[in-house]
């Protein structure tokens, strides 16, 4: 595999040593286009929204629009522009077996319609979701809501930010609990006893019910503790808002204590785990 060049950073073949994470020198540079890529999608996603769409069922049973296809041609066309010679892993493209996709040490991993049933219900509660993978890390992630203009980004070793509607944009960080009642960040659309005994260990909570990889974005603004995702996710689904909320402070572990990590095995689904704003606190005790 030859070495890929590209915004001032180095990105290595499975055979060279890792030293240290590229993107902290060129992390804007990266960071402006996929913004831009992601907007775009996010609008061809509104253009969708506006109609009397059809909802077919893929083979998972899950639900598929002709606006997550849209946007994933707009991303994946993009993408190739831009890093013609990093794959892309979308959910809306066909799955290379692990045999393959294990000698990938960069790639990108998204999802061009995260929060599919949030789009069929229109509560607005739905991202474009892109990020790039480093040796099992996501290291740069943006998610977009078409719905409300808005962005959320982040680099590993430059920071988390929210771009909102007048374009203006501003660095967020988490927040670490001091008093009241822990927020839990908790979907709208799935919910189990897991998750219910969780709470009960928990104590005082209060639930901030979002959809989509925004409840990683409420993490990195400061607006909520903890998500604990006790329930089948893919890793399309978490990777662009994991990388947000590590650029902000925070951390995503499996119910292990280990980093979730992704690229790691056959299946693209991930295993239960705990997001949270203050990684000093011990939230896997609740379990």
């Known amino acids: 595999m030859a070495v890929i060049i590209y915004c001032g950073f ?15 020198h060129a992390g804007n540079q ?53 890093t013609p010679d990093l794959p892309v892993l979308s959910e ?17 991993l998204v999802d061009p319609l995260d929060g599919t049933k949030e789009f069929i219900s229109r509560n607005g509660d739905f991202t474009v979701n892109i990020a790039l993978v480093e040796r099992g890390e996501p290291i740069v992630g943006v998610v977009h809501i078409p719905v409300e203009h808005t962005s959320y980004y982040g680099c590993m070793g430059v920071g988390a930010f929210r771009r909102d509607r007048d374009g203006a944009a501003r660095a967020i960080h988490v927040h670490t609990l001091t008093s009241g ?9 799935h919910r189990g006893e897991l998750l219910d005994g969780y709470l009960e260990k928990l104590g005082p909570h209060r639930i901030v019910s979002r959809g989509s990889a925004l409840k990683f974005c409420l993490l990195a603004e400061g607006l909520a503790d903890v998500y604990p995702r006790l329930g089948p996710t893919s890793e399309w ?13 925070g951390q995503v572990m499996a119910v292990d204590g280990a980093p979730l990590r992704y690229n790691s095995k056959e299946s693209l689904l991930n295993p239960h ?15």
């Open 181 to 189: 009642p822990v927020r839990v960040v908790a979907s709208r659309s």
């Open 10 to 24: 180095q990105m290595r073949s499975a055979r060279q040593p890792r030293k240290h994470h590229p993107v902290t």
């Open 237 to 249: 689904d978490t990777a662009a808002g994991h990388a947000v909320l590590i650029a902000a402070g």
């Open 30 to 82: 990266l960071l402006a286009p996929l913004l831009d890529l992601a907007v775009a999608a996010g609008r061809r996603i509104l253009e969708i929204y506006a109609t009397d769409f059809e909802i077919a069922v893929k083979s998972d049973r899950s639900p598929v629009t002709a606006a997550d296809l849209a946007a994933h041609q707009v991303i994946l066309a993009g993408l190739q522009r831009l």
């Open 273 to 287: 785990f705990i997001a949270c704003a203050d990684p000093a606190r011990d939230w896997r005790r609740y379990l």
């Open 92 to 108: 809306e493209s066909s799955h290379l077996p692990y045999a393959e996709r294990r000698h990938w040490d960069n790639y990108w």
